[in-house]
């Protein structure tokens, strides 16, 4: 996965990671994590999963990857939702309201495969929060590492542990940056109305930005109990869905639930528009009344928006909840990878194009434009796929064109910096 971006930040006024004793000194590191009993010789592996944090999805990884900071009597969190300049986190002290703002990703963890970045070439930018690159800021999912007795006596947010996932769109203002709107996700649960227009290009959409965040995406069809039957929508959807668990379910009668509840894994994020039934799906799947829900306008079945916050909500049974309010016009961000996948079939037909650059317009020998033609392959899919497509390189291109800007600014800095030092040094001869 690419390391997610994240919206418009300033410099971090947060002190950085703890030094891993194991680097200063060179010995091996003990695996003790913060959950561990001091003196216990077990792997991390019993006391993550005794934490009372393992609810909230904290594994023998997390544990691993917590030790320094936890050396440095920081306390580990899970950044439940973030609301200018505070945020509310889970710890294994219970809910705690912790202040924060745009934090170093712990360098404690180097990238698997070094020469990833070592090829991007000098001039690259470092990935968001990564030493050297730009900090982050924590959003929903987040794991922290809180340094306690801030200002008001609130723990501070001093560092964020590198994200396994990310869900990142077009920021609202549709400027070149991405936003994030859930980290470390596992599931993505993709809401669509059974009682609505079926609109699988937003499916399609989803999907891509699902896919591109590397958690799995599945399609749940909600409110079964209002349409004589799933099977066709069933069938229409996993056709803009190749591979992807499609499944139907009513949470009002309670069919199909338990179905919904077996594709789901680890921490699961309900999307999908406004009134398609999430925070409804989201109360059958937790047994109890914690979500908000919202009627639904007559006529056009758009739903107001209800859920204003996300928040983590444990399921019963393993796994965590994370509910959304309804995505208006989500854009893709840098989603070429998401788009791939989710246009596996393309992807698949594209290699049997007789150029490699094919466009499937009017190329000779394209594999794609035949399977149109024999009715392999919905025109519909492939327009959705280009619209996708041209949507990706224009969000993309305006983010290199900003990148440009900023290398440009700051080569002129070094500049001014260089002429200013060398008139110094002469004026001191
Ligand atoms: N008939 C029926 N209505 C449902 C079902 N799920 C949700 N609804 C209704 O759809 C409306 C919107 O649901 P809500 O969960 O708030 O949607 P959200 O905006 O996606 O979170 C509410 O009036 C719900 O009662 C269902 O399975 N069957
Ligand atoms: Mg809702």
Not at 61 to 68: T, Y
Request: proline share 9%.
């Amino acid at each position: 996965m690419r390391s997610p971006p994240c919206a418009a930040l300033g410099p971090s006024s947060f002190p950085g990671p703890p030094a891993d004793p194991s680097r200063l000194t060179g010995r091996t590191r003990t695996r003790r994590g913060p959950f561990s009993r001091k003196g216990s010789k077990t792997l991390p592996s019993a006391s993550a999963g005794s934490s009372p944090l393992a609810a909230y999805g904290w594994d023998d990884a997390l544990d691993n990857a917590f030790i320094s900071y936890g050396a440095a009597g920081l306390i580990p969190a899970r950044v439940a939702a973030v609301d200018r300049g505070l945020c509310d986190v889970v710890t294994g002290q219970g809910p705690m309201r912790a202040v924060t703002g745009p934090v170093p990703a712990s360098p404690a963890d180097p990238p698997a495969d070094p020469s990833a970045h070592s090829s991007a070439g000098l001039f690259s930018d470092p990935p968001a929060g990564a030493p050297g690159g730009p900090p982050l800021v924590p959003c929903t999912g987040d794991w922290a590492a809180l340094r306690p007795g801030g200002p008001g006596g609130r723990p501070v947010v001093a560092a964020l542990l590198p994200r396994r996932t990310a869900i990142v769109r077009s920021s609202a203002s549709r400027d070149s940056r991405g936003q994030v709107l859930a980290a470390n996700v596992d599931t993505v649960a993709i809401t669509v109305s059974l009682d609505a227009r079926l609109d699988l290009g937003r499916v399609e959409r989803l999907l891509a930005l699902a896919f591109e965040s590397g958690a799995r995406p599945v399609v749940v069809l909600t409110k079964a109990d209002r349409v004589p039957g799933t099977a066709g929508a069933e069938a229409r959807v996993a056709e803009a869905a190749p591979g992807v668990d499609v499944v139907a379910c009513s949470a009002a009668s309670g069919g199909g639930v338990g179905a919904v509840r077996a594709a789901l894994h680890g921490t699961v994020v309900l999307v999908g528009p406004s009134g398609s039934g999430k925070s409804t799906l989201g109360n059958a799947l937790l047994g109890r009344d914690a979500l908000a829900t919202g009627a639904v306008r007559a006529g056009d079945g758009k739903g107001r928006h209800t859920t204003v916050r996300r928040e983590l909500l444990p399921l019963p049974g393993g796994g965590v909840l994370i509910d959304t309010p309804g995505l208006r016009g989500v854009g893709l961000f840098e989603a070429a990878d998401g788009l791939e996948r989710a246009f596996a079939d393309i992807t698949e037909l594209a290699a049997d194009c007789r150029f490699g650059d094919c466009a499937h317009r009017t190329e000779p020998g394209c594999a794609v434009l035949a399977a149109v033609e024999d009715g392999t392959l919905p025109r519909r899919r492939l327009d959705s796929h280009r619209k996708l497509q041209r949507e990706n390189d224009w969000i993309a291109s305006r983010a290199d064109a900003r990148l440009d800007a900023e290398r440009r600014a700051r080569s002129k800095e070094i500049s001014r910096w260089q002429r200013r030092m060398y008139r110094e040094r002469g004026r001191g001869r």
